[in-house]
């Protein structure tokens, strides 16, 4: 893995171990960094999503390393550093948390052909979910909400698939998120912020983001197979 950018507030990692197969069109997965966690007092971001991009032409891990929901972010500056790999390629991006968040605004920016966010926040901006209490050691040190929200990143030329924690702030975060034909975004009612996790243990998470990027997937096949419960928020059951 090479490092493209790196500065403060921002990192682009370039992973050149996978190569794809296909003849057809370049294929690109960006890949934004959640949280992460403490260990030892000492704070950790790793890359995530290593499995989604298997048989990928290029895979981009792009870390917000102040955790600022991209309000440290020039996100013009991101677009320069990734449009060689971007421009006339199948874009696809994914993130957990923070990262899906990241990940739907990034489409605003660049074009991508699909999105796919897990438990992505709305806002973590205090004017708009006054009632969001996680993360504060963060977002306490967020001066300029200049991203207050991702209600006005979603385009039209891509499509969205998010998975929301049905429990808590994460319902409350995502019943926010607009509802639109582009947008397929599914509520786990007995799940909360461990979405990815809980469908990893399950060993379907794999094969659920594959169908996510494929635009085949069904949840209701999927529900039967494997018992997990959904609702669908958007677009609107007829």
């Known amino acids: 893995m090479r490092i493209l950018f790196e500065d403060n507030n921002l990192k682009v990692a370039h992973c050149t171990e996978t190569t794809s197969d296909s003849k057809g069109p370049t294929t690109t997965l960006l890949s934004f960094t959640g949280v992460g966690h403490a260990m030892g007092g000492i704070d950790v971001q790793k890359a995530e999503f ?3 991009g298997r048989g990928l032409d290029n895979v981009l891990f792009i870390t ?3 955790r600022s929901w991209g309000n440290r972010i020039d996100f013009n ?3 320069s550093v990734i449009a060689p790999f971007c421009n006339g390629a199948m874009t696809y991006a994914i993130g957990n948390s923070m990262g899906g968040f990241l990940a739907i605004v990034m489409s605003s920016y660049v074009r991508i052909n699909c999105v796919v966010a897990f438990v992505p926040q709305f806002s973590v901006c205090p004017q708009i979910v006054p009632w969001e209490t996680r993360w504060t050691e963060y977002r306490s040190q967020i001066i300029d ?6 209600g006005a990143s979603f385009v039209s030329g891509t499509r969205y698939v998010l998975f929301s924690g049905g429990r808590g702030l994460d319902r409350r975060q995502a019943l926010h998120f607009p509802v639109s034909d582009n947008i397929h975004h599914f509520i786990f009612p007995k799940i909360e912020h461990s979405v990815a996790i809980d469908l990893k243990e399950m060993n379907i998470l794999d094969r659920v983001i594959r169908a996510a ?3 085949t997937l069904n949840m209701l096949a999927l529900s039967e197979s494997s018992g997990i419960e959904f609702e669908q928020f958007s677009p609107a059951p007829a």
């Open 50 to 52: 290593f499995g989604a």
């Open 64 to 66: 917000d390393k102040t």
């Open 77 to 79: 500056e991101l677009a």
């Open 145 to 150: 909400y200049h991203v207050q929200d991702v």
């Open 213 to 215: 990027f494929a635009g």
